[in-house]
């Protein structure tokens, strides 16, 4: 027989899963979270609360964006809250693509948005994937799937 019955088709895409690639998973998840809370540091500086300002954002969003920055890094290297943690972070990074670096054109060289886009695919794809199964939420098995 040439074709197959329907029932017996597999339809669904399943990726298999071996300890390097659940290493390479956190690893990706990992060193982005290392970049933001690397980055959120210098965002707790009262100097940058005056960037802000010049560029036209109000200074109460300092300690949020820092915030959120560090403790999404965190959360992201451990595990816990990663897609919650992930959409929030890129959301920061498009308020940074669209508002800073938008006219500055695509380059980071000249102050462009090349790098801030390369970090929103990696959130979006953390968002896609989740914590991998090198996560506290792995282990833990009782966080529902959408909070990991």
């Not at 019955?5 to 290493?23: C, F, Q, W, Y």
């Not at 707790?44 to 010049?54: A, C, K, M, R, Y």
């Not at 102050?111 to 390369?118: A, F, K, S, T």
């Amino acid at each position: 027989m040439i074709f197959q019955r329907p029932e017996s088709m597999n339809t669904e895409a399943t990726l298999k899963g071996n300890v390097l690639h659940d290493i390479t998973h956190w690893g990706i998840s990992a060193s982005i979270g290392v970049t933001f809370i690397v980055h959120s540091i210098k965002k707790f500086d009262p100097g940058w609360q005056e960037w802000l300002i010049s560029i036209g954002i109000p200074p109460e969003l300092q300690l949020p964006i820092a915030l959120a920055e560090f403790i999404g890094g965190v959360l992201l290297v451990v595990g816990v809250l990663s897609r919650i943690s992930a959409v929030i972070l890129s959301v920061i990074l498009l308020g940074a693509i669209f508002h800073i670096r938008w006219e500055n054109g695509f380059f980071v060289s000249k102050g462009g948005w090349e790098w801030d886009l390369v970090m929103l695919a990696a959130t979006l794809a953390i968002i896609a994937a989740g914590p991998g199964r090198i996560s506290i939420s792995h282990v833990a098995k009782k966080i529902p799937r959408f909070l990991q």
